[in-house]
């Protein structure tokens, strides 16, 4: 709402096209570098220059705060067309989608994600995913803006009320229709193995025979659960290819009939080379079991070098990153509570896999994650919370994994329904909950973002028609 109120005096004003940008680019330089803190907080073994965590998170919030700043360009150009109650949900919410785009995509942030601990709310994102719920947040604001203002204030008034009491009732009735009954009992292992130890190359088989005390702790657990799961590279080695390490995983899962999915690194020789992936596979009891999944989406500078594809001496430039190859496809795992399907960490931010998946016969999600890097920062939260819409958009059950926390368990429709501490060694045994209806967002996708994208161009073309019009001469 300040950001309303400085825009609609910016554009009374007849602000040039500078004083636009200008005002969304201070809006997204604060708003970003305070929300990504944590990059400053990085662990030293995520980077291997540890000083360049800094200029990093200036150098991240100075480029997200673009966007912004083209956010209120946009806005402000297309409220010389039409008011500005209407031009500014429809510009931000397409140049969200255009910052959530492209290699260097990064749709953390979108506002919609901010309603993940109202489940009522949450049930939006069935219909339109996160950027119906983001679309629905700007026009609340730019409904109590205009209730604020002078004019129009009692209409305005009784528009912002029925678009909170409206969704709030239908989620609330959706949550009431939610299937009450669950599915089998899974086991979700935390290790909490710090980065230093993980990634040194000295302690694999400690970090292996953690994982598998915890998980024959589990075990033991009364109703047994039917899979065991462990986080993103949970052993920090190339579980599959190293024998010995294959072996006691074998060992383990025909031993105790149960089958374990992990995270794992990865390589194959191909012709073009060694290949190496960020994977996660299936361990069966009976040793057969489909190919791992490799990771589709990398992080930018984390995992790969953008645009490495197009410029290769871009890998050359040692900055930290892992250099891993990216997957090219999606992987279903089968399994007592029915056939699954992988997101490795970041890939979770993008609710276009998740969709896929579901649509390929997915009926659950499992997330392996990795958030040690960030330490305790609030990263960890954000990051979790935006599993939760994954579940609502797609009325999944979802399994999230991770290595330190958050590990938890989220219904069909986003609400946590186990959860073990953050930064602790623990086991989290918890019934599956049962999948919903499918989802007119499942059906038809990102049609919210479209909308914006339609009315910015008949905003835009519209008043370019205007323009060009000729007008009768006067007298």
Not at 57 to 83: I, K, M, N, Q, V
Not at 136 to 160: D, E, F, I, K, M
Not at 240 to 249: G, Y
Not at 263 to 288: S, W
Request: hydrophobic content about 50%; glycine content about 8%.
């Amino acid at each position: 709402m300040p950001l309303l109120v400085a825009l609609d005096s910016a554009v009374r004003a007849q602000a040039g096209k500078r004083a636009l940008f200008a005002l969304g680019y201070a809006y997204g330089l604060a708003f970003f570098a305070i929300d990504m803190h944590w990059i400053a907080r990085l662990s030293n073994v995520a980077i291997t220059v540890p000083w360049l965590k800094y200029p990093a998170w200036l150098a991240a919030s100075a480029y997200l705060a673009l966007f912004g700043g083209l956010a209120t360009l946009l806005a402000g150009w297309l409220a010389r067309r039409a008011p500005l109650a209407f031009a500014f949900p429809a510009a931000f919410l397409t140049i969200e989608e255009w910052r959530a785009s492209g290699e260097l995509g990064f749709p953390w942030f979108q506002p919609g994600y901010s309603q993940a601990a109202f489940p009522r709310l949450l049930q939006m994102a069935s219909l339109g995913g996160v950027t119906l719920v983001t679309l629905w947040l700007l026009a609340l604001n730019v409904l109590v803006w205009r209730a604020l203002a002078a004019r129009g204030r009692s209409l305005a008034t009784l528009g912002a009320l029925l678009a909170f009491a409206l969704p709030w009732a239908w989620g609330q009735r959706a949550l009431d229709a939610a299937p009450k009954d669950v599915g089998p009992t899974i086991a979700l292992v935390q290790g909490d193995i710090p980065g230093e130890i993980k990634w040194s190359g000295n302690h694999q088989g400690e970090i292996l025979a953690k994982f598998l005390e915890l998980s024959h702790d589990a075990l033991a657990h009364e109703p047994r659960p039917a899979l065991v799961i462990w986080p993103e590279t949970a052993t920090g080695s190339y579980l599959r290819k190293q024998l010995d390490q294959a072996i006691d995983v074998a060992t383990f899962v025909a031993g105790e009939r149960v089958p374990v999915f992990t995270g794992m690194a990865d390589y194959a020789v191909t012709p073009h080379g060694l290949r190496v992936y960020n994977a996660a596979g299936l361990f069966t009891p009976e040793g057969a079991a489909p190919p791992p999944y490799e990771k589709r989406h990398l992080v930018p500078f984390g995992e790969r070098m953008p645009f490495e594809w197009l410029i290769p001496a871009l890998g050359k430039l040692e900055l930290g990153q892992a250099e891993w190859t990216p997957g090219d496809s999606a992987v279903r795992f089968p399994s007592a509570a029915g056939p699954f399907s992988c997101l490795i960490c970041f890939e979770s931010i993008f609710p276009n896999l998740a969709r896929g998946d579901v649509r390929r016969g997915a009926t659950w999600l499992v997330i392996v994650t990795n958030d040690e890097w960030f330490g305790r920062s609030a990263a960890i939260a954000q990051h979790a919370d935006m599993a939760a819409f994954r579940a609502v958009e797609n009325h999944v059950p979802i399994a999230r994994c991770a290595n330190t926390g958050r590990t938890e368990v989220i219904d069909a429709y986003g609400r946590v329904r186990a959860r073990v501490p953050e930064f602790r060694e623990a086991t989290l045994i918890a019934p599956l909950p049962r999948r919903g209806p499918v989802t007119w967002y499942s059906r038809v996708g990102d049609w919210p973002g479209a909308l914006a994208l339609a009315a910015v161009l008949v905003l835009a073309l519209g008043g370019a028609a205007g323009a060009l019009t000729p007008r009768e001469p006067r007298g």
